[in-house]
C-alpha cells in the first residue's frame, strides 16, 4: 500500500490530494500528509533500490552513450541548475542540483555519474563551454560530441520533470529539489 501511494505520486503529476482519492476509491482511507511522509520516508529508498538495478543492467551493455543537459529551476525565486545525464534509450541516469553552472559544477556532476555508472561509449552535450572544461580535467575530452539536433533525447526528457514540477507548484528548498530529481530520475 505504501509502495503504491509513493509510485502514484511520482510515477504521474498527481497532486498529494490526488493521490489521497485515488486510494480513496481503492477503499483505503489515508490523509495526503500520510502519503507526503512516505513519500519523504521511503521514497529515496525505493528510488535507490530501483537505481541499483538499473546500474546493474547497464554495466553488463558496453557501447552507451550518455545526453548530458541542464535545466534551469528556480527554488525559492532563485535560479539553480539541474544538471541530468540520459542514456541512449531515454532512461535518466543521475539528476544533480547546484547553484551555478561552471566547470566545478559541470565536474561534480560528471564524477558522480562515472563513479556510479563507469565510462561511456560517447558523451553527448550542448555546446556549453563547462562540459568541454570538465571532461578535459576527467581526461575524457575525446568522448565528447556536439551537435544542432544530437542532444534531443536528453532535451525531451525535461518534460515530465516540468510536468511534474508544475503539479507541484515549483521548489522551496534546493533539497527536496535534489530528493525530488533523484526519485523522479529513477522511476
Not at 503529476?13 to 502519503?35: A, K
Not at 546500474?55 to 544538471?83: E, I, Y
Not at 533525447?153 to 520533470?161: E, G, N, T
Request: contains cysteine; aromatic residues 12%; glycine residues 4%.
Amino acid at each position: 500500500m505504501i509502495r503504491l501511494a509513493v509510485m502514484l505520486y511520482v510515477r504521474f503529476p498527481l497532486s498529494l490530494r490526488n493521490v489521497d482519492d485515488l486510494l480513496h476509491e481503492r477503499g483505503i482511507y489515508i490523509s495526503y500528509d500520510t502519503i507526503r511522509f512516505w513519500l519523504s520516508r521511503f521514497g529515496p529508498m525505493f528510488a535507490a533500490k530501483i537505481k541499483r538495478k538499473c546500474v546493474d543492467r547497464m554495466r553488463a551493455f558496453s557501447n552507451w552513450r550518455w545526453h548530458l543537459d541542464q535545466v534551469f529551476v528556480k527554488v525559492n525565486g532563485k535560479r539553480c541548475f539541474l544538471w541530468r545525464a540520459v542514456d541512449h534509450e531515454g532512461e535518466v541516469l543521475e539528476a544533480v542540483a547546484t547553484k551555478r553552472r561552471d566547470k566545478r559544477a559541470a565536474v561534480k556532476f560528471l564524477k558522480k555519474s562515472m563513479k556510479r555508472f563507469g565510462l561511456p561509449r560517447e558523451i553527448v552535450t550542448d555546446l556549453l563551454r563547462s562540459y568541454r572544461a570538465a571532461l578535459k580535467d576527467l581526461g575524457a575530452a575525446d568522448l565528447q560530441t556536439t551537435g544542432r539536433w544530437l542532444n534531443n533525447r536528453a532535451d525531451s526528457s525535461h518534460l515530465p520533470f516540468r510536468r511534474r514540477e508544475r503539479a507541484m507548484l515549483r521548489f522551496r528548498r534546493m533539497r527536496s529539489l535534489q530528493m525530488f530529481a533523484a526519485v523522479q530520475a529513477s522511476v
